[in-house]
């Protein structure tokens, strides 16, 4: 049974051999171009659920063609055959369009995976439906800025390039990187995100490529890593700013040569990963700093997805609001709440330095302290309405921005220890960071490690 029909371009006649035997064994009808002329003559006159092309050509570029097709046959998946090594062409190539590539000499299962992938992406696959992905992972908001970004992502998810994801705290980085993965040919297999800043330096290594029994003191087992946690999937990293120089070298090699080495062991494994990546820092200045490496940023940063603040948005507050006015009130038990004119009206003035994450403090905190069904502009508690239990009175004496962020934070960390009954590991989750990162925040910021101990 003919699972599809596949166009592969090159001019080594061995390659087209291995291809079109490995393809025939997947149950694909293989037809071979030798130039790009033989290509077009072939697009024009028949269809295709996929084309693999080498990127040199005796009458041209492949890149050409990744181009060519982008722009008239967008749901026909391209991938590049490039040189071993040569990271700039297959950059390049995704660049133009291609959804992935795969390097000489061919290795035949990293070409079925891609190959299997790109049959879920053909003109044939069925496409995934309209809001298919879950609750967690929807962009909500119908501004122009969100109707762009979801444009975007839909375009991202059909090809396998890095992406590096930019915003502010709070505007919804990993829910951009989820829908991608929901959209794309990897749905049905795992996503996995990190906070690189999370993880304890030391442990980089091991938390991401796993580690063998007695690598180090306390490797009483083998371990997974995150990237074989996520093979065949994508593997979302947070925060990559934060990453160590020395980790990164190896995060380099890992995406380049699609292989980690657990630590302790002896030989690669093979991995099959997409790499999502982001961070609310300006990553080039970090790297003009000389606090990220180069060749990681460019690696990494095929393609910039730039998430929108809420200030920009102000149109989607009232749908926002509801959404999450309805997702607590389901938590409740309880019908939802409504806001009032006067409060929708005070929520689209105020500037939202937390994003979406801190519209969701916001009526978290006004469910709790409103009286009746419907939240007035007093139940928000906003600095232009009076003091936040989140941040210093406005009648106090100005404070530089480093100790005004300081109180906030601490004034944070407080309030979920006392919500948290002095449980630091609840205090932890409802903040959002891991409790190892919670004491490390307590001891910078003078908060006692017993919770019951007077704060200085």
């Known amino acids: 049974m003919i699972k599809g029909r596949a166009l592969v371009v090159d001019d080594e006649a061995d390659i087209l051999d291995l291809i079109r035997i490995t393809l025939g064994r997947m149950g694909l009808d293989c037809t071979c171009a030798g130039d790009l002329a033989e290509a077009r003559r072939l697009l024009a006159s028949r269809p295709f659920d996929l084309c693999l092309t080498d990127m040199r050509l005796p009458d041209g570029s492949g890149i050409d063609l990744v181009r060519e097709i982008g722009e008239t046959r967008p749901h026909l998946p391209v991938a590049m055959i490039t040189a071993h090594g040569n990271m700039e062409s297959a950059v390049a190539a995704m660049k133009a369009g291609a959804f992935d590539f795969v390097a000489k000499p061919l290795d035949l299962q990293v070409l079925r995976r891609l190959v299997e992938s790109a049959l879920r992406l053909g003109p044939s696959a069925e496409r995934p439906a309209e809001g298919a992905s879950d609750e967690r992972s929807r962009v909500l908001g119908d501004s122009p800025p969100m109707q762009t970004l979801r444009r975007m992502i839909a375009k991202l998810a059909r090809n396998q390039a890095p992406v590096f994801i930019t915003g502010e705290s709070g505007t919804g980085k990993e829910l951009a990187a989820r829908l991608i993965h929901s959209l794309g040919p990897r749905a049905g297999r795992p996503f996995v995100p990190v906070n690189c800043g999370a993880i304890p330096h030391d442990l980089v290594e091991s938390e991401l490529f796993g580690h063998r029994k007695g690598a180090f003191t306390g490797a009483v087992g083998d371990k997974e890593g995150l990237f074989q946690a996520a093979d065949g999937g994508t593997l979302f990293l947070d925060e990559i700013a934060d990453l160590p120089l020395g980790m990164q070298v190896k995060l380099l ?131 232009a309405n009076g003091a936040s239990p989140a941040a210093p009175h406005p009648t106090d004496a100005p404070l530089p921005l480093a100790d005004y962020l300081q109180e906030v934070e601490r004034r944070a960390i407080l309030a979920a220890i006392g919500t948290a009954g002095s449980d630091l590991d609840t205090a932890a989750r409802e903040l959002g960071i891991s409790p190892r990162s919670l004491r490390y925040r307590m001891s910078q910021l003078g908060i006692p490690s017993d919770p019951q101990a007077p704060a200085r």
Do not use: M, W
Not at 269 to 288: T, Y
């Open 253 to 383: 090699r890992a995406i380049q040569e699609r292989a980690v080495r657990p630590v302790g062991a002896h030989a690669e494994q093979a991995v099959d990963v997409r790499i999502l990546s982001a961070s609310h820092r300006d990553l080039a200045q970090v790297v003009a700093d000389g606090k990220f490496r180069q060749d990681l940023f460019y690696r990494i940063n095929v393609i910039t997805l730039a998430v929108p603040p809420l200030r920009e948005r102000t149109e989607d507050i009232a749908q926002l609001a509801a959404h999450i006015l309805a997702r607590l009130a389901e938590r409740e038990g309880a019908p939802p709440r409504a806001l009032t004119p006067e409060a929708l009206d005070a929520l689209r003035r105020y500037p939202f330095p937390g994003n979406v994450r801190e519209l969701e403090n916001l009526l978290e905190r006004a469910c709790a302290l409103c009286d009746g069904q419907h939240i007035g502009a007093e139940d928000l508690y906003l600095p």
